[in-house]
């Protein structure tokens, strides 16, 4: 008999196998290649247990290969290929929690049309989130958060009442109010489809870039009640002001929908985006603020935006990209966070 998860999931690309470093049998060489498994009719009939439904995996990964946004907003082409690269990058990487994750392959928008596209995504993500497991989404042009929103607003989760409460990390506000959706919409589009469903957007931006956003862009967020932080207030001396931004953040909401925009980050850190950043918020503080959410319990999907392997120096947007990606999952499970610039080892949250 073929699950109902197997019945509902459509993707465009199946998932390849993972591959990387092999040290050996057992729990003390894990790395991430050998927890993930790709989605398949075997693997969601393992997910369904004498313990009840998915008891045998903790997350699961979806991507979405477009940079029709990003070509809409006249931006560099390429992050279509950053799901790829960021599998590559999170593939070999140490694994000391022993977590499992199904990667239910792509959804690409090669035809230009990015508002199927998005709904396709959106498709699969609810069919992921109803099996009460965190998703995570990877991009592709931001134009993947809208995807994302469209999985979680046809969750049973936020049907039944939970408070969404939507992060960005990002040094754009992303509320354009353009002809066409493009990577610079998705947060607008968020706040029309919960204003026809009788809901106020809950949305938060930490790491806003004053140069890189009009007035325009600030007027808006003011009208739609954003709440938002500058990149100037995010450094290491300002961890307490951010930690209370976030604290505010997780009381306002019962489900999280986290989104990381790697252009919040320091171009020297991630220079393979569509925009680097000329200050950015430094990479242990994007860290913390994502332990954080994930450890509330509370993160139900994240996704990763802008990743463009074509600009990407010596591969260190990816493995940015990916370490972020693995403190998420790793404290999601260890329900640990440690301090930035604290321990690097704190029980199971590394």
Request: hydrophobic fraction near 40%.
């Amino acid at each position: 008999m073929t699950s109902t998860l197997q019945q509902a999931m459509t993707v465009d690309a199946p998932a390849e196998p993972w591959t990387g470093r092999d040290d050996g049998p057992g729990a003390e060489h894990l790395r991430w290649h050998h927890a993930v498994t790709p989605y398949s009719e075997h693997s969601a009939h393992a997910a369904y247990s004498a313990a009840g439904p998915d008891r045998d995996w903790d997350a699961a990964f979806v991507g979405f290969r477009s940079d029709e946004g990003v070509r809409r907003n006249k931006g560099r082409p390429g992050a279509a290929d950053g799901p790829g690269e960021l599998r590559r990058a999170l593939a070999p990487m140490a694994l000391q929690v022993p977590l499992r994750a199904l990667d239910a392959g792509d959804i690409e928008v090669g035809d230009g049309d990015l508002a199927a596209g998005q709904r396709r995504l959106g498709r699969a993500v609810t069919e992921l989130l109803d099996r009460g497991r965190p998703v995570t989404v990877l991009g592709g042009g931001h134009e993947v958060a809208y995807g994302s929103y469209l999985g979680l607003a046809g969750s049973r989760a936020l049907r039944s009442g939970a408070r969404l409460g939507v992060l960005n990390l990002d040094a754009h506000f992303d509320l354009r109010d353009d002809d066409r959706p493009s990577s610079g919409t998705p947060f607008l589009q968020m706040a029309g489809d919960e204003e026809a469903a009788g809901r106020e957007l809950n949305y938060w931006v930490l790491g806003v870039s004053a140069p890189s956003n009009t007035e325009r862009l600030y007027r808006t967020a003011d009208r739609l009640g954003v709440r938002y932080l500058p990149d100037t207030g995010c450094g290491l001396l300002n961890i307490h002001r951010v930690d209370a931004f976030v604290d505010d953040f997780l009381a306002s909401c019962d489900l999280v929908h986290l989104s990381i925009d790697l252009d919040v980050l320091p171009a020297a850190v991630a220079p393979g985006v569509s925009a680097p950043a000329a200050y950015g918020v430094p990479l242990e503080v994007v860290e913390h603020v994502c332990a954080k959410v994930a450890a509330s319990g509370q993160l139900a999907v994240c996704d990763v935006a802008e990743l463009n392997p074509d600009l990407d120096l010596d591969h260190r947007t990816a493995r940015t990209g990916a370490r972020l990606v693995h403190r998420i999952l790793t404290s999601a499970v260890a329900g640990q966070v440690p301090a930035p610039g604290g321990p690097s080892r704190v029980g199971l949250g590394r």
